[in-house]
């Protein structure tokens, strides 16, 4: 085991301390704190936008805001949350904060076009900021035409514009990080040496560069149809909406997986090292990360089941969606057999990681309902979709985010939390998740449609239930806000490596130093090495 | 960019020599070269992506409006478009010759050629003006105000909102191309380039090679639907 | 107190419980799945724990053949849901021969609705229990979805093309009609009640509520005198334009040499932008009716045209959809979901 030398007085953090010297940053890791602080202030819109939603559907008649507020809430809701919280969240935090670490690299190969990266984002999030102050957009966040070029009275033009700008924020940040992955590595870190964390960010690096711009045109197509008058969509003049549809999707489907894979790449951490043991199968684990990262390319129009496609093709892209879910399965069951005869540690990041599993299985065998051509005609637009693909995205994305967070929050802080409320949060947290979105399931089998403000008075009971699930995942995000926030300043020094981890980040001290390590790492042995390792007590 | 670079070196305070525009995160000048042709080429990739998009609409509605395609096709100057083509074509020429004196160390012909670029870059332009604004006077400009005689004239409007989507966003990829000629040739007219170093020529060619060829997909697919003498 | 609160929606047409056997099938492969991760996940976090974090697991790596195993299974009990939805999604968007045909139209925010008879009706849609009815449908402005969950049917309509679904009620009743696709502010109010009825009630719900312009077909040869149709569509085929006698649900040629099979989604095509796909031997001489007429008397107009290739026309007119069921769109904007000629109704 390496013996650290006595650790540096000067860190990442207090290197510097003048606002110019963190505006100005080319630090990677500071680029991920300041990337988490506009995250978790998205977050935090996006959740009382939530909370008004949720308190809303208490009642079936629309008593609480108008229609037209609602239509603003839900949009302004999955705005936020999608563009602004999801797809940056586990890359543009965790991935800018770890992935040079744990390559053993200086830092990302660009850094000025990583922070450039950075302030692109803050002008994206700051229209779509205008957008809401200026009355909100009402449009849902798929943006459909006709409606949204033609119909809607709301701010469709600032939020399209904020969309796309926030797009080219991702599109660097993939680029950033493909190129660092290849040619940052340190000596003798093979590409079968890697951490799995990295694989799951090469699979995103890749979607983002091949899907963002995609969408980043559609929406400035749509952009220039609503402020230009083009006609590109316009079925008036023989345009064909549906169009949008596909463009739309063939980002945004793929962009689940940008959303997805790093928290999968988190959660392989994690679990490796709360079970002292190697990754269980971790070639096939890796590459399903590419596989899922491929495939969902070749899905999108699953979500045009009804839009009036021909049914051959509807045929074929169920089909595929069905190939796309054995990778996903392939990665549940290997983390399932990591945990056989392992150590396990039950520590607070384990703990988001078990809340994962849990949440991620029902958000992903849910899709084998949604994937079904026949049972898709019914619940395709009900609360059924949103259940699943809440799960997927908060009980998967935004859990195996929590689990990265409080797994290298240490060594981003230098500081550790109080472990027994971070894992009364994550309980908090599952428990409340499942009461708000499980009856969702059973809504839409019932046929609620999504997006209604007002609903018939035989779905209230669900719906109160859901309403009320909602505010014990509030109190557990609030919980998990606090405790963090205390340790940021408070909490105890946590030193190097406080989970006695493998991986090249936990060799350097906590918070790393400004240019991470005092020589460049030499790696000898693959990812996980734990059996090999002894562990003695300090 | 340089100057911040070794002034940043300066503040580093290495002691041992190394070439003014090596960063410091990078462990030799190869790996730093590596990296910029890696991400220039990654950078093209999404750029294809990008215009991917309107090619995909773009075809589509060939398919559909086949008559339509070739009326609005037949609106364009094929004079114009193709005294362009031939102009891009002559200022990757031009641009490959920049690359090739940078990569040698001949200084004024680097700063020469790269003019010459820009100047075939900004005849490019000027055309592309005159076509839009011939557009505008005939009122074929698509929105509240389109005008078009025709049998086709909605999908004429479509035909012609691809045309300027996709015209415009690569005039706009001229434009920033220009830009980024300008601030190269400052570069190269202070000596900042060397055989050992001359990485943002060749990447500022790598990107005006690419917005050369996008017009080479762009001058056939909308000048040249109907010029064949037949379609189906 | 949970009896109360309803967790399984009502089966009323002969699609739901071919769907929701499909969904009690998935449901069990799921839950056997779920069940089965879960409790070896909480297996061995509770017989592995270690607290003291100072020991280090077994050294194993992986394993072929589980990996193969585990990669295998998953996706042969996925081909096989794949396959039984495929079948069910294939009865849920193929109608039968003999339909009822309802026409509608959607529009921010309400449904209206029109039977053959001319009966019309806003958000209410009655239906004859026992009989296969399709509806016909498009949007005059943004997008909207009609769905009607008991029957477990759904489809976008989408402006500028015909969508359609089809049921058979098996349970007379009210039940919920929504606009699944959102389309703005009133998108919640866009819902409607539909009424099975006993055949009886149907027929004197028909013709009770006091039909205003007759039939959709009498209405729509109305239109045809009226917008002066005939003077180029002559029966006998010498006119400017095609005779229209028989020429529903056939296949015809076009100049550019393409085929296109004569639906509902053609018709209506035609009739607002005749130049875009011109019948091969024909000059475009026919101006657009955009404008002109509404999506009723389009509709209206093809019921009429639908009943030029009545009985006499039928055996001609069956041929090339008896020939190639369900074939691949000819156009795309057609919709393709409406790619199928049921013939006349009756």
Redesign the interface.
Known sequence: MTTLAAPSPVNYLNVKTTVASWLLTKDHKRIGLMYMIVVTFAFLFGAVFAALIRLELTTPGGDLVSSDTYNRLFTMHGVAMVFFVLIPAVPAILGNMILPLQLGAKDVAFPKINLLSWYIFVVGFLFTIYALVAGGVDTGWTFYPPYSTQGSPSHVAATGLGVFIAGFSSILTGLNFMVTIHRMRAPGLTWFRLPLFVWALYATSLVQILGTPVVAITVLMLFLERVAGLGIFNPALGGDPVLFQHLFWFYSHPAVYIMILPPMGAISEVIACFSRKQVFGYSFVAFSSLAIAVFGFLVWAHHLFVAGISPYSAMVFSFLTYAVAVPSAVKTFNWTATLYRGAIWWKAPMMWVLGFMGLFLVGGLTGLFTASLGVDVHIHDTYFVVAHFHYIMVGGAIMGYFAGLHYWWPKMTGRMYNDMLASLSALLVFVGFNLTFFPQFILGYLGMPRRYHMYPPEFQVLNVMSSAGAMVLGVGYSLTLIYLTYSFFKGAPAGANPWLATGLEWTTQSPPLPENFRETPVVTEGAYEYSKREIKVA | MPDALVAHAADHGHAHAHHPAHQHHFETMEQQAEAATLGMWIFLVTEVMFFGGLFMAYMLYRVWYPEAWAEGSRELDIRLGGLNTVVLIASSLTMAFGVRSAQTGKRMATVNWLLLTMALGLTFLVVKFFEYKHKYDLGHIPGANFHFEGAHADQVQIFLSLYFCMTGLHALHMIIGFGLMSVITWMAWKGRFSPEWYTPVEMSGLYWHFVDIVWIFLFPLLYLVDRAGHYQ | MLS??????EQASTLAP??DN??FF?LA??AF??LL??A??IY??IK????????????????VP??IG??II??LV??V??V??????????RPPDQTLEIYSTGK?WMWRFQHADGQREINALHVPLGRPVKVTFTSE???H?L?I??F?????A????Y?SIWFTATKTGEY?L????????????M?GTVYVMEPNDYQAWLTDGGITGGSMQARGEQLFQQLACTTCHLTNGTGRGPSLSGVFGSTVTLS??RTVTVDESYVRESIL?P??KLVAGYQ?LMPTFQGLVNEEGVMSLIEYVKSLSGSEGTAQARVAPDAAP?A??V???A????QRNEGRTQ
């Open positions: 109360g609160i309803p967790l399984f929606p071919a769907v499909l969904y998935i492969v799921t799945f779920a991760v879960s070896l996940v061995f976090a592995y724990r270690d607290d003291t974090g100072l020991k280090v697991g077994a050294p194993i790596t992986g394993s589980l990996e585990w990669s998953p996706f996925a081909i849901i794949f039984w939805s495929t079948v069910v999604f294939f009865q849920i968007i921010r402005d943004v997008l979805d769905y969950p008991a477990r049917v759904k489809a976008d989408i402006p500028g093309r969508s919920h929504f606009c699944a696709e959102y389309c703005g502010t009133r998108h919640s109010g819902i550019d040499g932008t130049q875009m475009p369900g691949a769109p156009a795309a904007p919709g393709a979901i409406e």
